[in-house]
């Protein structure tokens, strides 16, 4: 049976403009980084999360390299999780521990917060000057979604509603993984603010939503009670991973020679180095690195 790709991201103005609304399903992403990183069940949930969260903030990307990082560090059994993303919508991410299993939580639900455990959220977006934006908060459930609307409020000044879920289905795979963020314009009113909080108080699950409605327009009208809201951008999602031997041999300079060489020497002469985002292993002998650092000095 061929698998459709529904993976989308759509882009709103809901009330007269004053409303932007950001919808994505993710599906076959998150199951992607699933099979790709052998995730259990939490750290799919987890990491699944953060991916959906950072395609709908990747989508706000200005210039063609541009470059949005999100990280979670938390004292939970992950540890870390990372996640990058461009303008168009290429996303890579990682856990440091794919492997997480714990018992579900009181309702019965993936303990992400458990997994998580407590820490920090950072945001770094490059966005092409000297230096990089860097923003921080504390986690305050480690569910993902209400640290970052906390992150938008504390950091960004945007108060938002954030919604990211993924449900595994009994097949073990991923029957649904989407988000949405909503998030009130300067100039949008207040009452319309209040209809939007009691609007969203009484959505319990994105995916169930999703699943329920099956298309992204209707949930958009349903998520801000807005039926004329107007549809401003419609773009593909894809799991890229950029990596490159340029790239790698960076991360060896940074290793210093000294090191590099010692390295190898422990492991029959070969220096390998594995991309934490897609598992390509990188091979270096003992020439190459020498090389690597001659060609360095020049
Ligand atoms: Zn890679």
Known sequence: MKI????????????????????????????????????SNVVTAALGRLIIV?????SDLKEKDDRLTVQISGDGKIQKMVACGNKDLNIKAYALNNDVN??????????????VGKGIL??????????????????????????????????????????LGVNIGKDQKVQMAAGYIIQPLPD???SIIDILETINNNISSVTNLMLDLSNIDDVAKTITG????????????????????????NVIIALGKDEAIKAANDNDGILELTCHFCNKVYRFNINDIEKIFNDEVK
């Open 4 to 39: 459709e790709n529904n993976d989308i991201l759509k882009k709103y103005l809901a009330y007269n403009k004053s409303v932007k609304v950001t919808v994505v399903n993710a599906t076959n992403m998150v199951q992607k980084a699933r099979d790709m990183h052998l995730l």
């Open 102 to 115: 714990l018992p579900l939580n009181e309702n019965n639900k993936l303990d992400v917060a458990k997994a």
């Open 122 to 163: 950072t945001v770094i977006k490059d966005i092409g000057l000297k230096e990089p934006y860097v923003g921080k908060c504390n986690l305050i459930t480690s569910e993902i979604a209400e640290d970052f609307a906390y992150y938008f409020y504390t950091s960004e000044q945007t108060p938002s509603v954030v919604s």
């Open 226 to 249: 807005d039926n004329d809201i107007v549809l401003t951008e419609t773009k593909n999602i894809n799991y890229v991973c950029d990596c490159n031997e340029k790239r790698i041999e």
């Open 188 to 190: 949008c009113d207040e």
């Open 54 to 58: 950072t395609i709908m903030m990747s």
